[in-house]
T-cell receptor, first 115, second 112 residues
Framework: GAVVSQHPSWVICKSGTSVKIECRSLDFQATTMFWYRQFPKQSLMLMATSNEGSKATYEQGVEKDKFLINHASLTLSTLTVTSAHPEDSSFYIC???????????FGNGTRLTVT | EDKVVQSPLSLVVHEGDTVTLNCSYEVTNFRSLLWYKQEKKAPTFLFMLTSSGIEKKSGRLSSILDKKELFSILNITATQTGDSAVYLCAKGSGGGADGLTFGKGTHLIIQP
């Protein structure tokens, strides 16, 4: 089945630094990938839709200048958390839709801790 | 107002019991209803439902959708401790390129 790989699985960074998270579709091409954020004991919240070759579409309340998304190829999307602050500490998960309208498959997520 | 509402939010049962998890959703732009199981990391796919009344089954898990009443249920029979997880219901919208809208999840704990 469709596999989505996310890297790194966890990262600790200092406040003010930037962190890049990668999301790859391993055995299929994904023109669209999605980035979610999950705070403890809460549900996944869609942050943005990443479109290959064009600008990402951000959900209301998500700062596009803070969460930079690049979808440079059909198998790779990156999320960069710029000037991270402790309140950005969260679990970030990417997902991609497999071929032929198959359901979304998720990466294993990245646990970001900003100190 | 939440677009996807799950109940109960948490549930503790004994091994061997049968559980039913509920999910109701808004009809706006509905395309599909999905169930995921989330343990420590990212959700794993269980079922995708698009048609009313057709039960989907996988081992001890089954799910059905009622598009008239706008809800779905996930049943787990003969529960095992390995079924302990958060079960997420999500609504898929639009033309297939839209992300999912998740409910808050049901935290299921199976006691031995």
């Amino acid at each position: 089945g469709a596999v989505v790989s996310q890297h790194p699985s966890w990262v600790i960074c200092k406040s003010g630094t930037s962190v890049k998270i990668e999301c790859r579709s391993l055995d299929f091409q994904a023109t669209t990938m999605f980035w979610y954020r999950q705070f403890p004991k809460q549900s996944l919240m869609l942050m943005a839709t990443s479109n290959e070759g064009s600008k990402a579409t951000y959900e209301q309340g998500v700062e596009k200048d803070k969460f930079l998304i690049n979808h440079a190829s059909l198998t790779l999307s990156t999320l960069t958390v710029t000037s991270a602050h402790p309140e950005d500490s969260s679990f970030y998960i990417c997902s991609a839709r497999g071929p032929y309208s198959s359901p979304l498959h998720f990466g294993n997520g990245t646990r970001l801790t900003v100190t | 107002e939440d677009k996807v509402v799950q109940s109960p939010l948490s549930l503790v049962v004994h091994e061997g019991d049968t559980v039913t998890l509920n999910c109701s959703y808004e009809v706006t732009n509905f395309r599909s209803l999905l169930w995921y199981k989330q343990e420590k990391k990212a959700p794993t796919f269980l079922f995708m439902l698009t048609s009313s009344g057709i039960e989907k089954k996988s081992g001890r898990l089954s799910s059905i959708l009622d598009k008239k009443e706008l809800f779905s249920i996930l049943n787990i029979t003969a529960t095992q401790t390995g079924d302990s997880a958060v079960y997420l219901c999500a609504k898929g919208s639009g033309g297939g390129a839209d992300g999912l809208t998740f409910g808050k999840g049901t935290h299921l704990i199976i006691q031995p």
